[in-house]
């Protein structure tokens, strides 16, 4: 009779150890798509702290799920916005303690959608979309020259998205540059830039910095 080598229990327990633990990996990746489409449904109907409440139960299960960064460095730039102009029309009454309050939280909201976008990049240089995230915080925060980095990124990595021509166009505007403004914001008319033509994510309105004018656009 033939005989075969027998395996010792130490190896049968590492085999089944491997086992388990690609079998509980497969289940968090399951949680982890439930929980970003979950947070993208949140999205669409504007329900910017649930989606984020969802989106982080999603990288909690997989931290390398870039859509959930994606969708919430999303949500966390729409708060942000919503905070900022909080704090405009607060300070415009001369309620200086409630504006710099809404001040505060919608510069902790940026940070947190920067610190999401930066990380997609680390997962994905290619991401144009995380680029432009960071280009539209840049913006809230009157970093013109870091916004036109941003935005030029973007462009390197779709050179077909016409916002963020159109982005960078109206930052070019902001410091005065007019020939690139031109440029640029001919550039998106040709690409048939239109205030639809944005990632996913809802709209939003493009600031310059608080107190001044706003721009219809962006988030």
Sequence with gaps: MKRYPSRSPLLLLVLLLALVGCT?????????????ATGDAAMRENAWNDAVR??????????????ALYGRSGAHLVIGKDSYLLARAAAAEGEMTRAREFADKADRDFSLAAQDAAAVLKINPDAADACYVLGCVAVYQGDWFGAIDAFTETIKRAPEMACAYQRRGEVYGYINDLENESTDLKQAARLGYTSLDEPEAPEDEFSRTAGTETKDSLY
């Design 24 to 36: 509980r990996e497969k289940a968090a990746r399951r949680e982890s798509l439930r929980q970003t």
């Design 54 to 67: 969802h989106y982080t139960s999603a990288l909690e299960a997989d931290p390398r799920n870039t859509d």
